[in-house]
């Protein structure tokens, strides 16, 4: 299975380790690790481990996707699930600040929910996000996530929010 998801606007496809470079620059973008990274500037090596983490749980039928620009194959940034907990796969989102206002992240991010619960028959899909990262909250509420929980991380408010496939797999 090649993994390969569409959107209206974008296409989407797992990252690779050839998307090393790019990533890293990403994640270290200001804009992007305020929220992402806990203002933190990542290491070449930490940024592999995701995508590393991200190719291995491709064998599961899911991981990180980049996303592009239908008309121009502008990497335009990056939608996945990740399993950082038990409960339920977790949505992860970020645009290129360059292309930031253009409803990318929801797009992307909307076509990642459709495969967890058409493809992959998942009941349910989590996401967290820290409290003053109002763009992102946004994206989730857009998608039709709902508020589940708040609670305090690194000294950091963090919000928590699920979906759950209303058809019922």
Not at 23 to 30: A, Q
Request: glycine fraction near 6%.
């Amino acid at each position: 299975m090649t993994h390969l998801l569409y959107g209206d606007r974008l296409h989407l496809r797992p990252c690779q380790i050839d998307d090393l470079d790019f990533l890293h620059k990403l994640w270290n973008d200001p804009d992007i690790r305020r929220f992402l990274f806990d203002d933190r500037i990542i290491s070449r090596e930490e940024a592999q481990s995701f995508v590393d983490l991200s190719i291995k749980s491709f064998k599961s039928g899911y991981g990180l996707w980049l996303f592009f620009e239908r008309q121009s194959d502008l990497v335009a940034g990056f939608a996945g699930l990740l399993d950082f907990s038990q409960e339920a796969p977790s949505l992860i989102f970020g645009t290129n600040p360059l292309l930031w206002g253009r409803d990318y992240a929801t797009e992307a991010a909307s076509v990642v929910l459709r495969y967890a619960f058409d493809t992959l028959k998942r009941d349910r899909v989590i996401a967290d996000v820290d409290e003053p990262n109002a763009a992102s909250i946004r994206v989730l509420e857009k998608l039709g996530m709902s508020p589940a929980r708040r609670t305090i991380v690194n000294e950091r408010p963090l919000l928590y929010y699920e979906i759950r496939d209303r058809v019922g797999n």
